[in-house]
């Protein structure tokens, strides 16, 4: 059997800089797929984890097109259409309103009817009543369907955006990156608030390969 059959196939959607990516080869042997539209996050991607495969491309059609291949999907739709933050400037001169992206809940619906394996789709905290019920955890609400622990970090985040002096110098320290050769069109400072903490991600992805790892047992025990 070809070495790579052998290891856990996950599907990273909305890449970024893979900040719930970083620390998932510590938990398993893992092949990783990961999906980003912006080409310049995408090669800044490929040099951090040059191991996974990177494609530029829409995350949402690659997920549809492509979900039966992985055993774990990790999605990050965008967020600032539902971001409370969105709201708080509606009362702004050049404020425009936009309808809330429902790509978000598209994936959660999908996944949770189609998929087989685990899966996590992660957002902020909206503005609204989350239309589908979710699993609230610090600054982050998470759609899956398994049970995430109540703490996915004991990593403390000591600032607050809005009276950070140089924000972006403290989140790149935070997440243990650097946006400095980035050379696309959107804001480093945005890049870098919307990475997820590292820790998390690694707690998150570790929590569901004991779940699968469980269930294979089980099913070995009963044959």
Not at 83 to 109: C, G, H, V, W
Request: charged content about 25%; proline content about 4%.
């Amino acid at each position: 059997m070809n070495q790579e059959e052998n290891k856990y196939k996950i599907l990273n959607l909305y890449a970024c800089l893979g900040g719930n990516r970083y620390k998932w080869n510590e938990v398993a042997d893992i092949q990783v797929t990961a999906v980003e539209l912006d080409p310049e996050l995408a090669r800044l991607y490929k040099e951090r984890f040059p191991n996974d495969t990177v494609i530029v491309a829409d995350a949402h059609q690659y997920l549809l097109d492509n979900y039966k291949e992985f055993d774990f999907i990790w999605s990050s739709p965008p967020c600032p259409s539902h971001s409370r933050i969105t709201l708080s400037q509606k009362t702004t001169a050049n404020f425009t309103a936009k309808f809330p992206d429902m790509k978000l809940y598209e994936e959660i619906i999908f996944l949770d009817n189609f998929f087989d394996g685990k899966y996590v789709v992660e957002n902020v905290i909206p503005y609204y009543d989350p239309l589908i019920r979710a699993q609230k955890r610090h600054r982050h609400l998470y759609w899956a369907n398994f049970n995430l622990p109540n703490v996915l970090s004991k990593r403390i985040f000591e600032g607050k955006f809005s009276k950070m002096i140089n924000e972006r110098a403290y989140l790149e320290k935070w997440h243990e990156i650097d946006t400095s050769n980035y050379k696309g069109k959107q804001d480093k400072r945005k890049i870098a608030r919307n990475l997820v903490d590292y820790e998390a991600g690694r707690t998150i992805l570790q929590t569901a390969l004991n779940i699968q790892r469980a269930s294979k047992t089980n099913q070995t025990k009963l044959f």
